[in-house]
């Protein structure tokens, strides 16, 4: 018993642990998302402070490449003025012209005369796209540091007369990043286009001048930025936005990295402290459960319990008789009222069957009655003088009396398509039940589909009865049907008959055939007059559907397959 209230209370914190559970997920999975957005706005940020940066340098080479002294390559007047725009521009350390050859010209400090820059990879390429450059690490032959070098042409018409070269100082723009501001755990790097590390927070002394690894290579020249999880160099999960090389105005990588551990703290402080409530609950409702719940809890339980018993078992007079003000008594009432009332509707529904079973049986006399009084009029109608017209429409109107009563007896508004055939062949087969053959799966159709089914099925046999496959004694019916996207496909395949002519005017059969169907079945229909016998297929849409064993054989009369 005691174990019992464990399991109560086990399954009293179950929805709490389950909800914990569910809002676990959904808060970590928003959390998640929120940290991706973040990490490429961070992304995008920093790459949009690093093309500032060059655009800046570029505006400043587009302004120096049109001082009269360095255009006309003037190296006294061009060295005064280069020093002056180096000293009122703190990100740079040198700015300096060279010839076709890559020989000194001039610049803001002193170049050895016999030094050389045409073996510069920043100075080929400028020299082959004729426009601005931005290189990569690099350590300067002027100034001994490590910048990173930016080179414009200076153009005389269509022809490079000189190439303008700058170096970003690689100290300051690491500075700049750190001044920005980085939380712990978090990190922002910037590489050149070789995957070297420009400027990175934190640990600059540690991955600046490295390249970054051929892991992470394909970050640097993707076709699109992103964002994405990883495990730094430095061994942290973080989720990562880059923003690659490849995007038009950004000539370096940038990648902004967001730690889990610190992006998901919080969470996973909420989260221990509800493990700890939860515990503690737990805890309490175990000692409830063996102290106190044996009486409070436990013997109420079990009197619903089996009161519920007996009632499955059949015992419909079964009541708690509990009465009192807890909540467990107040459970017991509404069971007893919920009994009470459950054994009120069994009355009301066995009087509404009976009445409904009632109705039925007098429906299906008032039908037959209906079909009896027509057929007795038309007798006497057109009997005497259109005997043929009379057996024609008295064979229609029992085919239509059989699917009534096939509906009626079923006291149903559906019947299977291989009931309707065989209540519609019943006239026609007689002693040649081998002669026709049915095959198909067991679908229902409502009403409104099988009355005209019904007809067209009859007007078929009698045509075959009179002019097709059963005319004689060797001829032969296939009776074919397929359910596929709720259309039914029913075929009839007359063989062995005498030779099949199309017949030079439509009788009223072959107008029922086209006309039985309602539009909302969107029937479609296909005769074919074949030399060995009748070919007829009609594929209409379905309302209610039962598809369950498919059914084949030999129809007989009379017989509900």
């Not at 923003?243 to 919080?266: C, H, T």
């Amino acid at each position: 018993m005691k174990l019992k209230l464990v399991a109560v209370a086990v399954a009293a914190l179950a929805p709490v642990l389950a909800m914990l559970a569910y809002n676990e997920v959904a808060l970590r999975a928003e959390r998640n998302e929120e940290v991706r957005a973040n990490a490429a706005q961070a992304a995008r940020q920093a790459s949009s402070e690093v093309e500032r940066i060059i655009e800046g340098v570029h505006a400043m080479l587009v302004s120096v490449s049109a001082m009269p002294a360095v255009r006309h390559l003037d190296a006294k007047t061009c060295n005064e003025g280069l020093r002056s725009v180096a000293e009122n521009v703190p990100n740079v350390r040198t700015v300096f012209v060279l010839d076709i050859k890559g020989a000194p010209v001039c610049g803001s400090q002193p170049i050895a005369a016999d030094a050389t820059f045409a073996d510069r990879d920043y100075f080929k390429d400028v020299m082959e796209s004729r426009q601005m450059v931005v290189g990569t690490y690099t350590k300067s032959r002027v100034s001994d540091t490590m910048v990173l070098p930016i080179a414009m042409p200076v153009m005389e018409g269509d022809a490079i007369k000189a190439v303008l070269v700058t170096g970003v100082r690689l100290d300051w723009l690491q500075n700049r990043i750190t001044e920005r501001g980085v939380s712990a755990g978090n990190a922002v790097t910037i590489a050149d286009r070789t995957g070297t590390i420009l400027a990175r927070v934190p640990q600059p002394e540690r991955f600046v001048g490295t390249v970054i690894p051929d892991d992470f290579q394909t970050l640097v020249h993707a076709d699109e930025p992103g964002v994405i999880d990883v495990r730094s160099q430095d061994g942290t999960e973080r989720i990562l936005g880059y923003r690659p090389i490849a995007l038009p105005g950004s000539p370096l990588y940038v990648s902004a990295g967001f730690s889990k551990d610190e992006a998901f703290a919080q969470i996973n402080r909420s989260t221990l402290a509800s493990a700890f409530g939860i515990f503690g609950g737990a805890l309490l409702a175990f000692v409830a459960a063996f102290f106190i719940g044996d009486r409070f809890l436990l013997a109420p339980i079990e009197r619903i319990a089996q009161t519920m018993d007996r009632w499955r078992r059949g015992d419909t007079k079964a009541r708690t008789r509990m009465r009192g003000a807890d909540e467990l008594s107040a459970v017991g009432t509404t069971l007893d009222d919920l009994l009470d009332e459950l054994d009120r509707r069994g009355l009301e529904n066995e009087r509404a069957g009976e009445e409904r079973a009632l109705l039925v049986r007098e429906l299906a006399h008032r039908v037959k009655n209906g079909f009896a009084l027509v057929q007795a009029i038309a007798r006497q109608t057109f009997s005497k003088s259109e005997p043929n017209r009379y057996r024609s429409f008295s064979e229609r109107l029992t085919a239509l009396a059989r699917t009534y009563d096939l509906l009626l007896t079923k006291e149903a508004t559906t019947s299977s398509v291989a009931e309707i055939v065989a209540a519609a062949l019943e006239a026609h087969l007689g002693s040649e039940d081998d002669r026709v053959r049915q095959s198909g799966p067991n679908v229902i159709l409502p009403a409104d589909l099988a009355l005209p089914l019904s007809l067209v099925v009859h007007e078929l046999a009698t045509n075959a009865s009179k002019y097709g496959s059963l005319s004689n004694e060797t001829g032969s019916v296939e009776i074919d049907w397929t359910i596929e996207n709720k259309r039914l496909r029913f075929l009839w395949t007359e063989s062995g008959g005498p030779p099949v002519a199309q017949p030079s005017r439509r009788g009223f059969g072959s107008v029922l055939i086209e006309r039985a169907f309602p539009a909302k079945a969107q029937a479609e229909r296909r005769t074919a007059y074949n030399l060995d016998g009748l070919t007829f297929e009609i594929v209409f849409d379905t309302m209610e559907l039962e598809p369950d064993l498919p059914v084949s054989g030999d129809v007989q009369p009379g017989l509900r397959t």
